[in-house]
């Protein structure tokens, strides 16, 4: 069974509001950079980019990061994980770097994610911005930006599309079938 | 991925793509200040080289170390080989001492598949004999494609001594099986009798062909590899084949020179024309290290396993 937890306009509302959150929580957006995990998190990272510019007239610096290399089962897997582009132009040094994915799941991917960044400078800061926390971490990792918590069973798929890549913006949740 | 890196031939052209699109992520991890990935921590990879080499084995040796594997460098002089141990014992040895990967290279054709009869680790053929030398096709197809955008319909020249290059071989296969027109020129003695089998033009003259090609890729006279004389002098060699400056100057704009390395400057190649802006014979070497590190990515990265799901 499927069911549609954020439409179209959910997810604007929902990246307006953590825009407005990062510009508060890090008093304007002067140090801040937004670095998205690949793929889709560097597609929410540039809608967050261009919401900050709009509001605050400030423009923020967006790269794109893949952890790939930095992934704790490597090996473990049939296949090697596909590799996606690293694109950081700017220097992380004391930035505020906010990461930014589409789902905040076992916390292993931001895991990663911190290692990979650690390696191409050192951040002033790192938060994390994720359009949903679907909960079960594994790892002593919080989001400091939510654009929705979805309480979900391990089983549940939860399938963040975005029109850059997508065609259509939505988060749907496929529930597990009962005794499946 | 196959679980071995032997041949261009084992490899299709979604292979290829996948190789070259991995590579293009894996060298931007050589423009960063710290230039390692943690990818294969706690892998180990034996650079077992039983002939001389220089750029192949230190551009292995740099690709498993950004990778942060283990790396054990073995070479014929001063080594068990020297005392006359089998290359079936030396290859069990490895084996014994848990390398995951063997980078081979060996005069003898064929030996990379030969030792993959006897261990379980993955192998990958960094040059047999007068065989194959698939990494170095797989950096010449990347430095190609980033120049030119694609490797369809590509007009590649190979030049020079085909019938005793391993070079010639892999990358001729290679940009057959990516749909690229090649051309293998050279005396005639040079030029493999089952050259037509490869799905490639032969000519044995330079000159008309050098107006219409995309890439010019010069070949290195194999002295060493010559037992009997296959062309009068090499002065004679470097008249009918070298690319010369004049030679060069008939090139298109946009195409490329190169050159596999080492270059005999003066003989297949003029210095001039080794230095100049359509050379990109440097970067050949730079790609050299990310194709590497793709292919020992996609070969270790797994547990080569089918899929579960």
């Known amino acids: 069974m ?31 950079v937004l670095v998205g995990i690949a793929d889709r998190g560097d597609d929410l990272a540039r809608r967050l980019a261009a919401e900050i510019s709009r509001i605050e007239g400030t423009e923020v610096p967006v790269g794109v990061l893949d952890i790939t290399f930095y992934r704790d089962d490597i090996g473990l897997r049939a296949e090697a994980p596909e590799v996606h582009e690293t694109a950081i132009s700017f220097d992380v040094s004391g930035k505020t770097v906010v990461l930014v994915d589409d789902v905040l799941y076992t ?24 359009l949903v926390d679907r909960g079960h971490r594994e790892l002593p990792i919080r989001a400091d930006f939510v654009g929705k918590n979805v309480p979900t069973s391990r089983a549940d798929q939860v399938r963040v599309q975005v029109t850059e890549v997508d065609g259509t913006d939505a988060v749907t949740v496929d529930r597990a079938q009962e005794g499946a | 991925m196959n679980e071995h890196l032997l041949s261009m031939h084992d490899l299709t052209a979604d292979d290829v793509v996948r190789i070259l699109d991995t590579a293009e992520s894996f060298r931007e991890v050589g423009t960063r200040v710290i230039k390692k990935v943690p990818a294969l921590r706690g892998r180990t990879v034996v650079n077992f080289f039983l002939e001389n080499s220089t750029r192949t084995r230190i551009s292995f040796e740099l690709a498993a170390k950004r990778l942060s594997a283990d790396v054990i460098n073995f070479s014929a002089g001063g080594s068990s080989v020297a005392k006359g141990e089998s290359l079936k014992d030396t290859a069990l040895t490895l084996q014994a001492m848990g390398a995951d990967a063997i980078v081979i290279r060996h005069s003898s054709s064929g030996s990379p598949l030969q030792l993959t009869k006897w261990v379980d680790a993955h192998v990958l053929n960094a040059g047999d004999g007068t065989h194959e030398h698939p990494t170095q096709a797989l950096l010449d197809l990347y430095t190609m494609r980033e120049k030119h955008g694609r490797l369809e319909g590509l007009r590649v020249a190979i030049v020079g001594d085909v019938l ?5 071989r892999s990358l001729s296969w290679g940009l057959v099986t990516m749909g690229a027109e090649v051309t293998l020129v050279g005396p005639p003695t040079l030029i493999p009798p089952d050259a037509p089998a490869w799905g490639t033009h032969v ?43 004049a030679r060069a100057a008939t090139l298109p704009d946009h195409a490329l020179i190169m050159h596999p390395g080492p270059m005999n400057r003066g003989v297949e190649i003029d210095s001039d024309v080794a230095d100049q802006p359509g050379s990109v014979i440097e970067e050949q070497v730079t790609n050299g290290i990310a194709i590497r590190m793709a292919l020992l990515y996609l070969l270790l990265g797994g547990t080569g396993e089918a899929a579960a799901a």
């Not at chain 1, 499927?2 to 140090?31: S, W």
């Not at chain 1, 292993?108 to 911005?129: C, N, V, W």
């Not at chain 2, 005793?164 to 010639?168: L, T």
């Not at chain 2, 060493?224 to 690319?243: D, I, K, M, W």
């Open chain 1, 2 to 32: 499927t069911a549609t937890v954020m439409a179209v306009d959910d997810i604007r509302r929902a990246l307006t509001r953590v825009a407005h959150e990062i510009i508060e929580r890090d008093k304007g957006a002067g140090d801040v």
């Open chain 2, 203 to 245: 000519s044995y003259d330079i000159d008309g062909l050098l107006p219409k090609l995309d890439v010019c890729y010069m070949l290195r006279v194999q002295r060493e590899r010559q037992r009997l004389e296959f062309f009068p002098s090499v002065r004679e060699y470097a008249r009918l084949f070298g690319l010369t400056s």
């Open chain 2, 164 to 168: 005793h290059s391993r070079v010639a």
């Open chain 1, 107 to 130: 916390g292993r991917t931001i895991r990663s994610a911190m290692d990979a960044l650690m390696d191409l400078g050192r951040p002033h800061k790192i938060q994390l911005a994720v």
